[in-house]
């Protein structure tokens, strides 16, 4: 799979990754939330993290910047 996951948009997956933890600490006494707050966090942490978002692939969506050779 090709990047297709800009900058901007990896901070913004990164910081709800961190507040899907956090989500899930506050909420431990839910185990449906916690659980779904930790798979959030993966995914959204995961994606930051190697710049590559499948649904993005899927949707033909891209927000990498596109730079041209000369």
Do not use: K, Q
Request: net charge neutral; aromatic share 8%; with cysteine.
């Amino acid at each position: 799979m090709h990047a297709n996951v800009g900058t901007a948009d990896a901070w913004i997956r990164g910081f709800m990754a961190i507040a899907s933890v956090v989500i899930a600490a506050l909420f431990n006494e839910t185990f449906l939330v916690s659980l779904v707050a930790i798979l959030l966090a993966i995914l959204f942490g995961g994606t930051a993290l190697t710049h590559t978002c499948p649904l993005y692939t899927l949707l033909g969506v891209n927000t990498r910047a596109h730079h041209s050779s000369l």
